[in-house]
Nanobody
């Protein structure tokens, strides 16, 4: 079992920054990848970014590329999402997720169904 807890959400003005954190606990050894997703009211959950468990490779949705950075602290089993130049359309509940498989293709990292564990989410609201 793995537990994921997000933190760092809040209210920020457009153009501002926030850093989200995701703490993983439990059986956290040798997993595949961590991802960040978001879901706005009335919309489907969408991929934001992913990072291999080793931290060696990162992946981004086109909508956040160049503005968001995903990173990982291997020692602490934490994953971060640094969000800069925030826009009103970034407003959503942000979730971190864990893919436990070592064999998943990175082409599937944008698929919510790939992930085995999810956090409870943290609200990010960007005012325009």
């Amino acid at each position: 079992q793995v537990q994921l807890v997000e933190s760092g959400g809040g209210l920020v003005q457009a153009g501002g920054s926030l850093r989200l954190s995701c703490a993983a606990s439990g059986r956290t050894a040798n997993h595949g990848a961590m991802g960040w997703f978001r879901q706005a009211p009335g919309k489907e959950r969408e991929f934001v970014a992913a990072i291999r468990w080793s931290g060696a490779s990162t992946y981004y949705a086109d909508s956040v590329k160049g503005r968001f950075t995903i990173s990982r602290d291997n020692a602490k089993n934490w994953v971060y999402l640094q969000m800069n130049s925030l826009k009103a359309e970034d407003t959503a509940v942000y979730y971190c997720a864990l893919d436990t498989s070592l064999y998943s293709s990175s082409l599937l990292y944008n698929e919510p169904a790939l992930y085995d564990y999810w956090g409870q989410g943290t609200q990010v609201t960007v005012s325009s």
